[in-house]
């Protein structure tokens, strides 16, 4: 069984740019998370959705990023625009209920430069 | 609101070594806790966990116990090898589906 897809798994944009990145979460997950990791501030979620709906935007540092799941296998994360502050790896993860064990994808490395 | 400390790397060991990672959280009610493992260029993968006190957490030699007393949930391998070099997340989840995850620590192993 396919594990959770990423994609692009590296991203190199100019500042100003408009970045997209997608996720697949593991067939018959419920729960769709977005992390950002960067060596200043280590893992941090973003966002998470339960049944295609967000649930918690909290951890979204700004308006420059947006969040969507169209349906139960794709999910984006927008950046528009992009700054080179936003350069980091962005991890998605899903389970399969509440409170049962996250899978994480390989992530997308983001550089802006 | 809930957090995770963690030693800091990088820790530098040699192959049949002991290993322990220390992690100490701060959380309100009775969080379940977790040890991550990345290896260069994956995702987090779930190593071992916890869900409520005097539990241990095991897999592939590695052990955890939840200490509610101290708050902490060290992570030790009595035996370390060249393929546990990677970076470990200690985390814990509280109310709701969210993981707080502490800053990770590099962990080399030298043959």
């Known amino acids: 069984d396919a594990g959770v897809i990423q994609s692009p798994r590296h991203e190199v944009t100019e500042m100003g740019q408009e970045v997209t990145l997608r996720c697949k979460p593991i067939?018959?997950?419920?729960?769709l998370f977005w992390y950002r990791q960067t060596m200043m501030r280590g893992l941090e979620l973003l966002i998470y959705?339960?049944?295609?709906?967000?649930?918690?935007d909290s951890g979204m540092p700004e308006d420059r990023f947006s969040a969507k799941m169209p349906n139960a296998s794709f999910s984006t994360l927008k950046i528009q625009p992009s700054e080179p502050r936003d350069s980091a790896v962005y991890f998605c993860?899903?389970?399969?209920?509440?409170?049962?064990?996250?899978?994480f994808g390989p992530g997308t490395r983001l550089t802006v430069t | 609101g809930n957090s995770v400390t963690q030693m800091e790397g990088p820790v530098t060991l040699s192959e049949e070594a002991f290993l322990t990672i220390n992690c100490t959280y701060t959380?309100?009610?009775?969080?379940?806790l977790f040890w991550y493992v990345q290896y260069p260029g994956e995702g987090l993968q779930l190593l071992l966990k916890?869900?409520?006190?005097?539990d241990k957490g095991s897999n592939k030699g590695f052990e955890a116990t939840y200490r509610k007393e101290t708050t902490s949930f060290h992570l030790e391998k009595g035996s370390v090898q060249v393929s546990d070099s990677a970076v470990y997340f200690c985390?814990?989840?509280?109310?709701?589906?969210?993981?707080?995850f502490g800053g990770g620590t590099r962990v080399l192993v030298k043959p």
């Open positions: 993860a899903s389970s399969a209920g509440r409170g049962l064990q996250q899978y």
């Open positions: 067939s018959g997950h419920d729960y």
């Open positions: 916890a869900t409520k006190a005097d």
């Open positions: 959705f339960n049944n295609n709906v967000p649930i918690d």
């Open positions: 985390a814990l989840r509280g109310a709701g589906n969210k993981l707080t």
């Open positions: 959380a309100t009610g009775y969080p379940s």
